[in-house]
């Protein structure tokens, strides 16, 4: 168990949805990053958030958002989803200072 | 071109031989290297992180770094049926701003055969 926690664990909805995955990083971690990993993409990076800022941002499509609260919890939202969303959405989080990052076990959406 | 390149296998070997996963990276920048184990529809699990070149060991595993060739490798001795899944490299430089992001091979898929 990494310690990074990630709810739902499933979701399935249809196109044109919105949902919310929601992600609890291990204790003491300030960095909270959101990766993507499809059949024919591998893992891609999403988004970072540091103590509550945004630090780094990939190829992350404009219906997407995220944001980390105060609490050092994490939110990705995806909007309009399309059939191509579908996919494992995974969770790390990392201590200050540090490269390394531990995993959720990730969000698996359907759209349909 | 891929930042980082992973041949994706599949690997399959007896058990008890020793494995060899490699990556190869374009961007000198990269200065941490890990290996990560992910099981089918599982999280990946970090297994090996490192800074410099040289060698590093933990247990059954040692990780492999060449800077100069921009070359990793994992190495698995006495490979168990257990060691099957597939496994990424990620490799990591300082952003500006103080961000960080791990790029990720694609996975070689490794089956240990008894």
């Known amino acids: 168990d990494s310690g990074v926690t990630q709810t739902p664990k499933h979701l399935i909805t249809a196109t044109g949805q919105r949902v919310t995955l929601r992600c609890s990083p291990r204790?003491?971690?300030?960095?909270v990053y959101w990766y993507q990993q499809s059949l024919d993409q591998g893992l891609q990076f999403l988004i970072q958030y540091y103590n509550g800022e945004e630090r780094a941002k990939g190829n992350i499509l404009e219906r997407f958002s995220a944001q980390q609260f105060p609490d050092l919890h994490s939110e990705l939202n995806l909007s309009s989803l399309e059939l191509g969303d579908s996919a494992l959405y995974f969770c790390a989080s990392s201590a200050q200072r540090r490269t390394e990052a531990f995993f959720g076990q990730g969000t698996r959406l359907t759209v349909v | 071109q891929k930042e980082v390149e992973q041949d994706p296998g599949p690997l399959s070997v007896p058990e008890g031989a020793i494995v060899s996963l490699n990556c190869t990276y374009s961007?000198?920048?990269?200065?941490?290297f890990m290996w990560y184990r992910q099981y089918s529809r599982k999280g990946p699990e970090l297994l090996m992180y490192t800074y410099s070149s040289g060698n590093k060991e933990d247990g059954r595993f040692t990780a492999q770094v060449d800077k100069s060739s921009k070359y990793i490798s994992l190495f698995i001795r006495d490979s168990q049926p257990s060691d099957s899944a597939t496994y990424l490299c990620a490799m990591s430089a300082p952003l500006t701003g103080g961000g960080n992001k791990l790029t990720f091979g694609t996975g070689t898929q490794l089956k240990v055969e008894l």
């Open positions: 204790s003491g971690d300030l960095s």
């Open positions: 961007n000198s920048a990269f200065q941490y």
